[in-house]
């Protein structure tokens, strides 16, 4: 069964939940790891975003980039949301509702700590099951966005419940989280998942949220807070905004996972082709480089 929660038309009107609704849906990402807010973002902006992604990607396979793999063979790159009137909105950084969910999860000092998303070429594979956290934090929360209806047919992710609460991968079976354009996803950094092969002929884009506790001390160096009940929620919005140009402008597309090189070229054809035989190489060289190491110590 899935875990989601639907709203009221009551509750998209104020841009609120109902005391029920939000401790349900706290109560169902601690127990489960995820939740599928349904069509709680405004679905035409989003198909905007969606619109102004498939152009970028069009001017990105005309500059033919110098970089090799980089997670081209595989099919799953990085994207960093472009820098445009359609991304800068707080209905999409920052809605209330999602706000008051994963402030209930985490509790007070939460900041937007990162900005990103993935995007899920045609044609591409399976990836492995894996977490963004290699250990459990329970400060953090990713929230994703994806741009467009998002099924079996184009690369929905793929998770398995409650692994947040377990290193175990296998303790239950997985899930497709299937959505349409508005829903929101927000889970557990550490919850297993991986995205499926994209068998429709058009990208899969979508937005991810980094959503972080932090101590008084480090609050006082951010310029966002995220307070659902800040009376100037949209100025924060926008000065997280200016804090992202501030590191410079960044290309949407980039690497994931495998390195841009020939070495990481390599690999990732060796992905492509055989996951199983990736993973025995894996495993195998992460020994040798554990021996390695004790050898070093002693």
């Given amino acids: 069964m899935i875990s989601e929660i639907q709203l009221s038309t009551e509750e998209h009107q104020r841009k609120s939940l109902s005391p029920e609704n939000l401790s349900l849906a706290i109560a169902a990402i601690n127990t489960e790891g995820y939740l599928i807010v349904r069509s709680v973002l405004p679905d035409d902006r989003l198909e905007r975003l969606r619109d102004l992604l498939d152009e970028e990607w069009k001017h990105f396979l005309t500059a033919k980039p110098a970089w090799r793999g980089g997670g081209k063979i595989i099919g799953h790159l990085g994207l960093m949301p ?16 999602i706000q008051s969910i994963v402030s209930g999860v985490l509790g007070d000092g939460v900041r937007i700590t990162g900005i990103g998303g993935n995007v899920n070429l045609p044609n591409s594979v399976d990836q492995q099951f894996h977490s963004d956290l290699e250990y459990p934090q329970s400060d953090k929360l990713m929230v994703n966005i994806p741009l467009g209806d998002v099924n079996e047919q184009n690369g929905s992710l793929d998770l398995i419940p409650r692994t947040h609460i377990s290193e175990q991968s296998d303790q239950g079976q997985s899930l497709r989280a299937n959505t349409r354009n508005g829903d929101v996803i927000i889970r557990f950094l550490h919850l297993q998942h991986r995205g499926k092969r994209n068998l429709s002929n058009r990208p899969r884009y979508m937005l991810g949220f980094w959503q972080s506790v932090l101590s008084p001390e480090r609050q006082k160096d951010e310029k966002i807070c995220l307070d659902p009940g800040s009376r100037d929620l949209l100025d924060d919005c926008l000065r997280q905004f200016e804090a992202v140009l501030q590191g410079g402008a960044q290309p949407v597309f980039g690497p994931n996972y495998f390195a841009p090189n020939a070495k990481g070229l390599v690999k990732e054809m060796i992905y492509r082709f055989s996951p199983s035989g990736y993973g025995y190489l894996t495993r195998v060289l992460g020994r040798s480089s554990s021996k390695r190491d004790r050898s070093r110590r002693h």
């Fill in 82 to 97: 472009p820098k445009t009137a359609d991304f800068i909105d707080p209905e999409i950084l920052c809605h209330p509702i």
